[in-house]
């Protein structure tokens, strides 16, 4: 069973069109829920660390929230820039530490 | 050079060629990641070094080889690869806690032939 699951796979909006991605996780004790924005050919860029529910953080037009079961990234009037695929990583108390359990991602589409 | 850099970018080779992958990272971090990321799948932690000391290690074959000569700098040695192994293979680094934030590289694209 995966641990974190992202939906939906896939997100077609128009520019302006608000909308929300959504990471559902299930671990035993969560240490830190992590948002990365990845585009084609290149490597994950960090967005958000949420940590606690109820905890929420903004960047432009994005805002990532957290619930004890999963997380929200909404986005606010998109622009094309804001195509990419977007990723969800959790990491819980009872591993050894350092590894963080991605979901596939979200992949987000947005035309003029 | 800014960040995390890896080179090269892109690689093809056969299966019975040796090469490889190198990460560098410009943050003064001490924990550095290599991820493989495969089509249709999530990113895979393969290896973890902490102060040039592997403290993770993923079940990952034995034709994957790290090396962390110190703490900037990280080596994927690859040798008698299968095609299944072409992937986006990641590096990262993060200060040294495991609740650090991990920064990625932009990838290495390796194919297998």
């Known amino acids: 069973e995966d641990q974190v699951t992202q939906s939906p796979e896939a997100l077609r909006l128009q520019e302006g069109e608000s909308s929300s991605l959504n990471c559902s996780y299930t671990v035993s004790g969560l240490r830190g829920l992590f948002w990365y924005r990845q585009d084609p050919g290149k490597g994950p860029e960090f967005l958000f660390t949420?940590?606690?529910a109820g905890e929420e953080k903004e960047k432009e037009r994005l805002k990532a929230t957290l619930t004890k079961k999963e997380s929200f990234l909404h986005i606010t009037a998109p622009k094309p820039e804001d195509s990419a695929t977007y990723l969800c990583a959790v990491q819980e108390n009872s591993n050894s530490g350092y590894a963080l359990n991605f979901g596939k991602g979200t992949s987000l589409l947005v035309t003029p | 050079e800014t960040g995390v850099t890896q080179t090269p970018r892109h690689l093809v080779m056969g299966m019975t060629n040796k090469k490889s992958l190198k990460c560098e990272q410009h943050l003064g971090h001490n924990a550095m990641y290599w991820y493989k990321q495969s089509a249709k799948k999530p990113l895979e932690l393969m290896f973890v070094y902490s102060l040039e000391e592997r403290v993770e290690n993923n079940s990952v074959p034995s034709r994957f080889s790290p090396e962390c000569p110190n703490s900037s700098h990280l080596f994927l040695h690859l040798h008698t690869l299968q095609p299944e192994d072409s992937a986006l293979y990641l590096c990262a680094s993060s200060q040294d806690r495991p609740t650090d934030t991990q920064y990625f590289g932009p990838g290495t694209r390796l194919t297998v032939l």
């Open positions: 949420l940590y606690s």
